[in-house]
């Protein structure tokens, strides 16, 4: 048996399900409940959240055969263009992934991705020899301030690890940060910076509290806040800005290193404030329900919807009406 998102399962054909936003990417989680314990996660270690949780999304199981057979047609009729596989730390769940990967790889060219807790670069080493396009290495905590009080283990260690697989693997190294564990906008943005740098794709996610997770009465990040990182981030990673040249009050950012129309004009298309990580990856409703406040938008963003992620991200004399020809 293997989970899937429940997008997943609606574009593998497995289950019925209505959405205006359905996932590019097959997201496959294998392994049992996690034995690490971070606050956020309902897969943690002491978690009291539904085991069919990973962030708000459910996860429904299926014959392995079933869902490798779905992925494999789904790239051949274009409705996926890639496959994650979300592994938990518990036992034998990278092995099984391993074997996860060969399979698939038997039956499709999809290009895969691996989400999981490996210690070092040989083991990074050996998911890449066996198929994966990329490996991703989650910091998660923008920090080690926020790395301690929300994750077990070493930031040192994950940092440096991340440090040598990309130095290793050149563009094949992604990592995961989250807004909202309390870290500032400037710790958040030196970190993003840090891992441009290093090569290491990004993937952004918003702070999603679930309930039996230690973070179950948590608070998602404003949305200022959060599209402030997002266009950052954007800024940085196609070079046009610099952590360095921006402004930051009590860890706030306020001043971008661009112009107020260079950087309008650099974010009129809303390609910032869509889902970041690996190539067509999209995970819709991942941090928000459908109908409510959408932090990473999961495909092409209207006009409308352009015009408001600019307004909302409460920078220059952006706080009012804005207009971008359409």
């Known amino acids: 048996m293997i989970k899937c998102s429940a997008g997943t399962a609606k574009v593998l ?22 034995s690490n314990d971070c606050s956020f996660c309902p897969q943690a270690k002491y978690s009291g959240a539904r085991a069919d949780l990973l962030s708000r999304v459910t996860w429904p199981e299926y014959a392995r055969e079933a869902v490798l057979d779905g992925v494999a047609r789904a790239f051949e009729a274009n409705s996926i263009k890639r496959s994650c596989f979300q592994v938990t730390n518990s036992k034998h769940a990278l092995q099984e992934t391993k074997v996860f990967l060969q399979d698939l790889q038997s039956k499709s060219p999809v290009p895969i991705c691996v989400s999981c807790s ?58 995961h940060l989250i807004v ?12 993003v910076q840090e891992m441009v740098d290093l090569g290491v794709t990004i993937a952004l996610f918003a702070l999603t509290p679930i309930k039996g997770t230690r973070l179950e009465h948590g608070k998602p990040p404003a949305i200022d806040q959060y599209r402030r990182i997002q266009a ?8 046009l800005d610099r952590f360095e040249k921006m402004c ?3 860890g706030k950012l306020v001043r971008l290193g661009l112009s107020e129309e260079e950087w309008v004009n650099a974010l009129a298309d809303g390609e910032a404030f869509r889902t970041s990580g690996c190539p067509d990856c999209n995970r819709p409703y991942y941090n928000e329900k459908p109908g409510g406040l959408i932090y990473n938008y999961p495909k092409p963003l209207t006009l409308e919807q352009r015009e408001q992620a600019l307004r909302e991200l409460n920078l220059g004399g952006l706080t009012g009406s804005v207009q971008i020809p359409d």
């Open 248 to 250: 930051f009050e009590g």
């Open 13 to 34: 054909g497995l289950k019925e399900l209505k959405s205006d936003a359905l996932p590019t990417t097959a997201y496959l989680m294998t392994g049992e409940r996690c």
């Open 232 to 239: 950052a981030r954007y800024l940085i990673q196609k070079g």
């Open 118 to 175: 490996v210690g070092t670069v040989q083991a990074v080493s050996e998911l890449i020899n066996q198929g994966a396009d990329h490996v991703s290495i989650a910091l998660d905590a923008a920090c080690e301030r926020i790395f301690v009080e929300n994750k077990a283990g070493s930031w040192s260690q994950k940092y440096r690890l991340l440090q040598e697989s990309a130095k290793e693997f050149p563009g094949r190294i992604a990592t």
């Open 180 to 191: 909202g564990l309390g870290e500032t906008e400037e710790e958040m943005l030196r970190t």
